[in-house]
Every structure is written in C-alpha cells, then in structure tokens.
C-alpha cells in the first residue's frame, strides 16, 4: 500500500536513487548539494527536486538538516521512499510543528517504487502521486491504533507546561509514522541534536529552553562541534564557536549532563541487557542493541529531545522482540591473518549487503573481538545500512535471534579488498592523522602511547585525538595521555571528526589517514580533503614518517581460511 505520510504539494523533476543517503555527512546544509563522494548522487543539488530513494541511511543528524535545508529554502520538493523512514521525516514534521513549514513525504511500495524511478517528472497532493502514465492514490496515515495513556493524554493537553505539550505532539506524530500502537517510559536519554549542523538546530533547541524545558529522564549529550572550553584559544571563528557553544550550553540548561561523547556506551554508567532507553547517534545505537543488548530505536535528532522532556518513546522497531530478529545471514570467509583494520572494513560490506535489514554474521567468533573492534564495526556498519542493529554468532547477546525466512549472503576477502581500495584514493604523503571516530577508548589511548613509544610525529605531520572527557580525565590519571602528548599528538574532547572544523582541523593537510571506517567514508564529503585507510599501526608509520605505503595489506591479498557453504 502507497501512503502520505506528510502533506503538502510538489510538483517538479525527479532525483530518483536505488541507494539511500545520509544527509549528515552527505549533503550540504547550506546549499543542498550532494556532498557524499562515494554516493551515486554526489554533485546533484536536491533543492526543488523530488528525492526518490528506498530509505536513509547513516547518522541521526539527518533530520537536522533537511529542517535547515527547509527553512532556507534549498530543501528537495518531497521525499519519496520504499521503505520505512524516520529520521528525515521527523526533520519534515519539527518543520510543520515549529516553523509551519514543510514539505510531502510520501512511502510507496516496492512496485511503484520502481516505476516511478524511470519517470523524469511527478506532481504530489494530498490524494495522489502522478507521473508519466502513473497514478497512485495515497492512503493517509491513522492514529486509531495508537493507544495513549492517561498521562500522556494530560502532556498532550498542556498539564505539564507548554515545551513538555510540544514535544509530546511531535511524539504522537512520530508514533503514527512509525506505525506505534502505544508510547513506553524509557530509563535514559543520549542527545544527539546538540552538533552544531545547521541554524536550525540552535533555534529548535531554544525554542523549547525558552519555553521552560527540564529533561525527565537522566540526559547525556554527543560530542558538540567544538572544545566548549577551549574553542576561542583554539582560533575558531566567533561566528561558528558561539553558535555552536551556545547549542551546547541550551542542551544543558534544560538540564542534559555534559559528556559530549558519541560513545555514550562507554561512560562508567553504560545501559544494561534488555533497558529500555532513548540514544539518538547511529553508532551508539548500533552498539547499545548489537554489544549490550540495550534497547533503543534509532531516533532521529529533534526527537531526542522530545523523548527526554516527555520521558516517553514511540513503541516500535528494535524495542519489539520480534523486530530484533535477523533477516539475513551474512558468513564472512575470514583471511588468514588480518589486522585490526579488518573490523571497519567488514563493518562497510556488512552495511552494503544489509542495507536495511538486519544480519547474523557467521564466521568471526574464533577472532575473539575486543570492544573497541565491535565500536569500530558498528560503527562502519552504521555508515552503509539504516538497520538499527546486528547479530554476531557467539559474541553479541542476541544472535539466536533469527527470523525464519531469512536469506543467505557471504563476504569474501576480496569484498574487504575491494572496501579498502574505495577508503584509499588519497595520496600516499600524509599531513593529517586522525583517529577517535567514534571516540577513542581508554584502551585504545594505551594502545596508541604504546606504538608511539619512543617515536614522534614527523614535523610535517600532525595527530589529532578525539575522545570524550571522561575517557581524557582518566587517561591523564593514568599518564597516558601525557605520553601521546609528549609523542606530539594532540586531544581533543568535546568534538569529534564528523563535526569538527578549521581550525582545529588542519587547513594545510591535504591528505588524512585514519583507521575509522566510518571517517573514511564521511571525511572526502566533510573536509574536502583525500583519504587513505589503514590499521592503528599503519597510521602511527604515517604518523611517524609522513607517508603510507599505498599497497594492500599482505592479508587482503591471501586465500580465504574458510569457504562457508552457500
């Protein structure tokens, strides 16, 4: 069944793609032009066209930025999707809500999906989608099955103040969306909204600081876009640091804890198997199902805060039993030998065969992964697959967990392979070394002081660390912190790479390595600058000597240890 899930009218050329987008990451706020340069659409600019895609994909910061993309007026026409999709969505809904703007968000089934892709023109009402020879009625959306407690009903009313009433209308828009029967209490809310995207994310924000806003439930915060402290030593222009201090300083105001982490799994108070929670931020909640067995849907920004003020969720997705079930089983022909690099890059294949689904991967439970190798996969994975979460046979909690008509894919080394050539297109001298995407760990603050010990950064080479600062505080504690420092990296907390900014950013590097999947994959759209891809250890030889080999691994080029049967 075809249905309207936004209203409005647009009437325009269409963009069509059989591959989603991240918009964070992916398309420039400002301009609305395609900045993902491993995306088929990188150089469109979406303004005034209707996008056609199965879904989105990659970070929850997506919504942020169709929002500003609206309000500037550089937003696509519509959205057309195949699939269930949220995160833009609800940047179409805070739209409507708040700024009385927005723009029609349409879902189609698979078939008319595909016809439409091979039309060049569509017009979009209330009732109908037409376009060369299509007609397809569209069914709106009901909020009969949604069933609201007597306490959400008083929110809804304003019993608790004019910001909880807001944010619990945005809610119930969401739950209809989603296709919820009933709203849940969830313990602990992760904010994502607080990265300094877009304009429009400080004036949602204020917007409800204005009107009184106190979060509900315990609250923690993403990394932010700048060193909250530091930013002005540091040579960020006022004109961004303020702003994008300021978004931070809301957040807390309505009473978020400052952690500014994207890593919120490891802060000492990590949620438990089978809680109840809210994070916003795709590789937290990756992480949060898959390694903890937490449950958390994958919310949009905007939505986070609207959870944290209500202390109440949409009830749909992952905190459903049955929708944690994997629907593809993905063996993985393991090399081998391999390196810690490995985990990004199955992460990406994995995303790539499971774009919107979840898997079971087969195959790896003998590498005994670390944590910081499961951060690194989820991570990756949640760059290429808007599913919230995977399995892993014998290592992640849910893995029994599969659905009975699930298919059967395989990833060979020469898949891996093929992952690394597309993150090595840079050159081989390097200016940049950054790692910490997500943020570096404790342990892999050890890691790295130990490669680095008794070595420098070659002058012509600069190493950034992005971690939070929990993790920086007891990596001082224990020193070190003070051995990278002395080795001539620098730490960052607060910000990370997928938000962080000239200066603090080098503007002389041409070329960065990193050992993120993730980063590897975002950096090209965000910084403007080459990339090259490599294990911890191959970026402390950049580090160390300026350069990297350019050649793939040795154990990217072996046989496989194993042939799974198909």
Known sequence: ????????????????????????????????????????????????????????????????????????????????????????????????????????????????????????????????????????????????????????????????????????????????????????????????????????????????????????????????????????????????????????????????????????????????????????????????????????????????????????????????????????????DVPTTHDDAFWPLLGYRLGQLAPDCIPLVTGVVDLTPSDDDLKALCAAFGTTSAAPMLHIEGITPEADCIAPSADRAAVRVADLADVWQQFNAGAVDIELVAFGSPHFSLAECRKLAELMAGRRCHPAVIGIVTLGRDTLQAARQEGSAQSLEAAGLRLHADLCWCSISEPVFPPAARTLMTNSGKYAHYAPGLSGRAVRFGSLSECVTALVTGRTTGTLPDWLRQPPGHCPDM
């Open 1 to 332: 069944m075809s249905r309207r899930v936004m209203t409005g009218y647009a009437d325009a050329s269409l963009l069509a793609s059989r591959e989603g987008l991240s918009f964070w990451g992916g398309v420039d706020a400002a301009t609305g032009e395609v900045i993902d340069s491993h995306h088929p659409l990188r150089g469109q600019y979406l303004g005034g066209k209707i996008l056609a895609m199965p879904t989105s994909r990659g970070s929850c910061t997506g919504s942020g930025i169709l929002l500003e993309l609206i309000m500037n007026g550089n937003a696509p026409a519509a959205l057309v999707f195949s699939e269930p999709e949220s995160i833009l969505t609800l940047g179409a809904l805070v739209a409507q809500h708040l700024f009385e703007q927005t723009i029609p968000v349409v879902q189609l089934d698979t078939e008319a999906f595909a016809r439409l892709c091979r039309c060049e023109r569509a017009c979009i009402d209330d009732q109908r989608l037409v376009a060369d020879g299509l007609d397809i009625p569209l069914t709106p959306l009901s909020s009969e099955a949604l069933s609201l407690t007597n306490h959400d009903h008083a929110l809804l009313e304003g019993h608790e103040g004019e910001a909880a009433q807001r944010a619990m209308r945005i809610l119930h828009d969401m739950a209809v969306i989603e296709g919820a029967t009933r709203l849940i209490d969830v313990s602990r809310v992760h904010i994502d909204g607080c990265i300094y995207a877009s304009p429009a994310l400080l004036s949602f924000a204020e917007i409800f600081a204005d009107l009184g806003a106190r979060v509900k439930v315990p609250t923690t915060m993403n990394s932010i876009s700048v060193d909250h402290t530091q930013w002005r030593v540091q040579g960020v222009p006022e004109a961004f640091g303020f702003p994008a201090s300021r978004l931070a300083d809301t957040y807390v105001a309505m009473g978020a804890r400052p952690s500014f982490t994207c890593a919120p799994y490891l802060l000492q108070d990590a949620p438990g198997t089978n809680e109840v929670i809210a994070w916003a931020e795709s590789n937290a909640v990756i992480y949060a199902n898959s390694v903890l067995g937490a449950r958390t849907a994958k919310h949009p920004d905007l939505l986070d805060l609207c959870i944290a003020l209500t202390g109440r969720a949409p009830c749909h997705g992952v905190y459903l039993d049955e929708e944690r079930r994997a629907q593809r089983i993905i063996d993985v």
